[in-house]
């Protein structure tokens, strides 16, 4: 990292360095010329505290994991929740359909209806991301005449669907995900999506909320548009 390429995690100032090295073995953390504090003082916490401080949604754990670290993992934990989740609708798309025809459960080996879940996932969530950096571009690169690091806020999106990992233990206990566990996940995935918006932008809630509705949009018409036509991976999944 470069020059000015931190931030401090209390009042999202530039800094140059989180900590400085006196080369006798002693480390001090830097204090912020803007507001005095200490400008990351989770380089000195344990993972787990942070982690906890993120699944809290507090402002200064987003800035310090998506500003002064740099944590590369997004595409893995991306292609990983991805398949909790194709796995949880095949599972869903075999729990509705009870039957004891011995081709059911030849059809049950073929693995290209969990690729198909997986594209389906995979195409639901590129909607919600291209929803929100299409709305934040508009919003925010052509009305408000404010650079946009599109990349940054891409990582953060795919980063802050972290919770989507909460779908192993409906993946690991089958019968016991409801509607409403699933709901909280991904309300939660939804909060999570939005502070990482306002964090990266230091925008208001109100503004990261309606780029969070119009990507949840996006994605709705996606996989409402998935289930409607013609072609429908659905129908050619459930045609006997
Ligand atoms: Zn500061």
């Known amino acids: 990292m470069g020059k000015d390429d931190f931030r401090c995690i209390e009042c999202n100032e530039k800094a140059s360095e989180l900590h400085r090295d006196y080369s006798n073995g002693i480390l001090k953390i830097t204090i912020c010329e803007s507001c005095q504090k200490p400008v990351d003082k989770y380089i000195e916490y344990d993972p787990v505290i942070i982690l906890i401080d993120a699944i809290l949604c507090k402002t200064q754990a987003f800035r310090h994991i998506l500003f ?3 944590l590369n993992i997004h595409w893995k934990l991306c292609v990983f929740c991805l398949l909790c989740e194709a796995y949880l609708r095949w599972s869903l798309l075999h729990g509705s359909k009870q039957s004891s025809d011995p081709a059911d ?3 049950y080996t073929k693995e290209w209806e969990f690729y198909s879940m997986f594209g389906l996932a995979s195409l639901e969530l590129w909607a919600f991301c291209g929803g929100v950096l299409c709305f934040l571009w508009l919003v925010v690169g052509l009305l408000q005449s404010r650079p946009l ?3 940054l806020l891409l990582r953060g999106l795919l980063l802050s669907c972290y919770g989507k990992v909460l779908l192993i233990p409906a993946v690991i206990w089958e019968h016991d995900y409801s509607p409403l566990c699933l709901g909280l996940i991904k309300l939660f995935v939804l909060t999570s999506n ?3 918006i306002r964090v990266i932008l230091n925008s208001s809630r109100r503004l990261s909320l309606m780029a969070v509705c119009v990507g949840l949009l996006s994605e709705t018409c996606v996989a409402q548009a998935c289930k409607k036509l013609p072609w ?3 129908d050619v999944l459930t045609f006997d």
Do not use: F, M
């Open 194 to 196: 939005s502070q990482a």
């Open 68 to 70: 002064n670290t740099s």
């Open 232 to 234: 429908s991976i659905q």
């Open 149 to 151: 690091e599109l990349s």
């Open 105 to 107: 459960i030849i059809r």
